[in-house]
């Protein structure tokens, strides 16, 4: 089953001469089940691809739907929530709340989704069991390591049970070692999980641990690797 379809998408910041087209006629189909790496260098368009596929950006035109739904024509309050419920983000600089602990951290999310808070706090548990987190569930992030930091990301990304996992750059602020560990973490959780996952990289090892490779370049997406 298609899980998402991205079709002729541009986006253009600015106007006139001073217009600057981040996305060109982007188009990319992602089933259920599948982890894609979105590989391209610094300033390629691949986070700005990334938002607008999450519903943080408005594309200039062109069209998004995950699953059966439409992004465009929502208002701001059903966004918000469609992504509460079906999309999870793993934010480049982990993006944790300081003075939450890290169970809390993974439950914020929880608060606005339709999901009930004793499910999104099972969840959380069983999250904090599976990425070997329990012990450190009480902890604040700034007690956490860079790798835990970014584990407790990944669970709130997961919290709600969203049908879509879209990670921006997860090994960025971690060394060759814990990327890796990371990276094979986020593959085991779709994949388990049944999900479809996207990730945003500019490290070639690490897009062995997904299904296939799209190439992005000035906006423009390249044929697969």
């Known amino acids: 089953m298609t899980a998402i379809n991205v079709d002729d998408v541009t986006k253009i910041y600015g106007e006139g001469h001073t217009a600057v087209r981040a996305l060109r006629d982007a188009s990319l189909e992602l089933r259920d089940n599948e ?3 979105l ?3 610094s300033g390629s368009g691949k ?9 943080l950006l408005a594309p200039t ?28 983000f793993v934010f480049q600089g982990f993006n944790l709340v300081p003075f939450l602990t890290a169970r809390e951290n993974m439950t914020v999310m929880g608060s ?27 902890n604040l992030p700034e007690q956490l ?16 049970d969203p049908d879509l996992i879209l ?16 990276v094979r ?8 999980r049944g999900k479809a996952g996207i990730m945003v990289t500019h490290d070639l090892r690490m897009v062995e641990y997904t299904d296939r490779t799209v190439r992005i370049l000035d906006g423009e997406l390249l044929d697969e690797a």
């Not at 989704?113 to 999250?127: F, G, N």
């Not at 390591?145 to 709600?160: D, M, Y």
């Open 185 to 192: 973490l986020l593959a085991t959780e779709i994949k388990t």
């Open 61 to 88: 035109s062109g069209r998004v739907t995950i699953g059966d739904t439409a992004l465009a024509g929502m208002s701001k309050k059903e966004q918000t929530r469609f992504r509460a419920n079906r999309v999870g």
């Open 112 to 138: 606005i989704s339709d999901a009930p808070r004793s499910e999104i706090e099972a969840r959380a548990d069983q999250l904090l069991d599976e990425l070997g987190l329990t012990d450190r569930k009480n």
């Open 47 to 55: 986070t700005t691809l990334l938002s607008v596929i999450g519903g």
């Open 145 to 160: 390591s860079g790798g835990e930091r970014q584990r407790v990301a990944i669970g709130r990304a997961l919290v709600t």
């Open 35 to 37: 982890f894609l790496a």
């Open 167 to 182: 990670v921006d750059e997860p090994t960025a602020s971690l060394d060759t070692e814990l990327g890796t560990q990371v």
């Open 39 to 41: 590989l391209g260098p």
